[in-house]
């Protein structure tokens, strides 16, 4: 069962670089999220949505986009990167966020920006 | 003042000892509490989640206070393999719900 699955698991990129953070669900969820975590910050949430075509921002959304053409996937992307998005990317998908349903995560992708 | 807060910890306990974790939130809207296990470099999983009228999972216990919005996690009798950080999450209810996460704790249990 491959759940949420991250690509890629590493990333350097220089600055003012562009890049896609890919994430895919195969749980048919209709909520998934991005979340960064940075030493002694925990999970922050950048974008999340509740379904096809229906996104909103987080709590650190500034220097990200997102999109959700399909149910199974929800990209990440960085336009311009900077070395303060040098983190640890999670994306998270769950049924339901209202009710007390798991959330389940990709095994993140590892960025450093230079 | 962030909206899900937790005491960084780190807690260094020995085998056996039973230590707890509180964390408080902000919005007082909000429905749905939860604890996740982060191993180092790893994913979050769910450990458990928290009901109104608290619940125990084994060595686990989860409490949930409304009145002064905050939850809390006890682990009895603590093992080596408990060692992680124990992240608390708050659904809040706003144009649509989202998961907000605390910094974590970090617990270290030593023989």
């Known amino acids: 069962n491959a759940g949420v699955t991250q690509t890629p698991k590493f990333q350097v990129l220089k600055t003012g670089q562009s890049m896609t953070l890919q994430c895919a669900q195969d749980?048919?969820?209709?909520?998934m999220s991005w979340y960064r975590q940075d030493p002694g910050m925990g999970l922050r949430l950048i974008h999340y949505?509740?379904?096809?075509?229906?996104?909103d921002q987080g709590e650190v959304p500034n220097g990200y986009n997102v999109s959700r053409s399909t149910t199974e996937d929800f990209p990440l992307r960085l336009l311009s990167a900077a070395p303060s998005q040098t983190s640890v990317y999670f994306c998270?998908?769950?049924?339901?966020?209202?009710?007390?349903?798991?959330?389940?995560f990709g095994q993140g992708t590892r960025l450093t920006v230079v | 003042r962030k909206e899900v807060e937790q005491d960084p910890g780190p807690f260094n306990v020995p085998e056996g000892a039973t230590v707890a974790f509180n964390c408080t939130y902000s919005?007082?809207?909000?429905?749905?509490f939860f604890w996740y296990r982060q191993d180092c470099r790893k994913e979050p999983k769910l450990l458990m989640s928290?009901?109104?009228s608290g619940n125990e999972d084994g060595r686990f216990t989860a409490q949930l206070n409304r009145a002064s919005q905050y939850i809390s996690l006890l682990i009895r009798d603590s093992k080596l393999s408990d060692s992680a950080t124990y992240l608390c999450?708050?659904?809040?209810?706003?144009?649509?719900?989202?998961?907000?996460f605390g910094a974590g704790t970090r617990l270290a249990v030593h023989p």
């Open positions: 928290v009901y109104s």
């Open positions: 999450a708050v659904n809040e209810f706003g144009g649509y719900n989202k998961l907000i």
């Open positions: 998270a998908s769950s049924y339901h966020p209202g009710k007390n349903t798991e959330a389940f």
């Open positions: 749980m048919n969820h209709e909520y």
């Open positions: 919005n007082s809207a909000s429905q749905s």
């Open positions: 949505s509740v379904g096809a075509g229906i996104t």
